[in-house]
T-cell receptor, first 110, second 115 residues
């Protein structure tokens, strides 16, 4: 089955720096979603980008989608310690189901 | 505020026990899902349901069953727990719209340890 793969697996940065995470997937999609998970908690939806969109913003988040390369990136600008979490991309398959990648663990040091 | 509630955050069970994990959503969503999450493997779909009394197998249904008697409640059942079912279990729901996979709302997770 298709799966998003995030890169890098782990990322450590200082507060104020930008964090960029990448996701690659295998088959055609109608949208791609990004989620965040704090340690030991459930996932929280961050942003959804549709296949006919190239870029989308939400607060300090910027998501791009390149359907020709089957890839997406999530940029968090001016990172804060509270952004420390795991970030997952998710892509639909077989209608109404999502498949998740293995995630990027982001550590933001104060 | 939308809410998905999982009945137990932490459970410890013994091998061979029957385990029930309960999930309730208050958003009148059609779709409900059970995932398990393991280090290095990400989230894997166990079962999902599009409607009351309807269920479909996900990618790893072996050793699990589900029940959806009411729209708001989706239960995951481990008939005979085994140590390899030690994991974090995540329930999710979504509004559901044919051909357009929307946002999933997750519960806080249930961490199950099988001894």
């Amino acid at each position: 089955s298709q799966q998003g793969e995030e890169d890098p697996q782990a990322l450590s940065i200082q507060e104020g720096e930008n964090a960029t995470m990448n996701c690659s997937y295998k088959t055609s999609i109608n949208n791609l979603q990004w989620y965040r998970q704090n340690s030991g908690r459930g996932l929280v939806h961050l942003i959804l980008i549709r296949s006919n969109e190239r870029e989308k913003h939400s607060g300090r988040l910027r998501v791009t989608l390149d359907t020709s390369k089957k890839s997406s990136s999530l940029l968090i600008t001016a990172s804060r310690a509270a952004d420390t979490a795991s970030y997952f991309c998710a892509t639909p398959y077989n209608t109404d189901k999502l498949i998740f990648g293995t995630g990027t663990r982001l550590q933001v040091f104060p | 505020d939308v809410k998905v509630t999982q009945s137990s955050r932490y459970l410890v069970k013994r091998t061979g026990e029957k385990v029930f994990l309960e999930c309730v959503q208050d958003m009148d969503h059609e779709n409900m899902f059970w995932y398990r999450q393991d280090p290095g493997l990400g989230l894997r779909l166990i079962y999902f349901s599009y409607d009351v009394k309807m269920k479909e197998k996900g990618d790893i249904p072996e050793g699990y069953s589900v029940s959806r008697e009411k729209k708001e409640r989706f239960s995951l059942i481990l008939e005979s727990a085994s140590t390899n079912q030690t994991s974090m279990y995540l329930c999710a729901s979504s509004l559901g719209s044919w051909g357009d996979t929307g946002e999933l709302f997750f519960g806080e997770g249930s961490r199950l340890t099988v001894l």
